[in-house]
């Protein structure tokens, strides 16, 4: 990260700070991340509807649970990552402004609407299409479900 420039308080620099951000982001792969197109994994407790009290009982219920610790620890791996290319070259003062914001995406937007829109990169059109597909896709397995509460992502 030895490149990357620091945004400035008044935000001047921010069409060269933002463009770096979303390249260094695109680099990564972490595109889906920032737009919302790859979510955390679901516990599978959580996908069957059940309480927090549940443990797995048999093994393959244990492997289940196995794996969505992996998914879950690698999304948030990945998650900071693209959490810290946002803010690595802002100051304390604007870092002030985004510390509450939740996701990738609400830090961005709101560095955006501060400071002015940065052209997208294809990765990013691209991650938004994945995120229109899984939309679709998930609202279609919910009206076959039709249990609307199996279906819900935490963010």
């Known amino acids: 990260m030895d490149d990357l420039p620091e945004l400035a308080d008044n935000g001047h620099n921010w069409p060269t700070y933002g463009s770096w951000v979303l390249h260094a ?19 599978p407790a959580q996908l069957r509807g059940l309480g927090e009290d549940w443990a797995p009982q048999t093994d393959e219920e244990r492997d289940e649970v196995a794996a969505w610790r992996t998914a879950d620890e690698s999304w948030q791996r990945q998650n900071a990552t693209v959490n810290l290319l946002i803010t690595y070259g802002i100051s304390d003062y604007i ?20 400071f002015g829109l940065i052209p997208r990169p294809d990765s990013w059109l691209a991650a938004e299409q994945r995120k229109a597909h899984n939309r679709v896709t998930h609202n279609m397995s919910r009206s076959r479900l039709g249990n609307h509460s199996e279906c819900q992502q935490p963010q």
């Open 25 to 43: 982001i695109a680099d990564e792969g972490l595109m889906g991340l920032l737009v919302g197109s790859e979510t955390r994994p679901v516990h």
């Open 95 to 114: 870092f002030s402004f985004i510390l509450l914001l939740k996701t990738p995406l609400e830090k961005f937007t709101f560095l955006e609407k501060r």
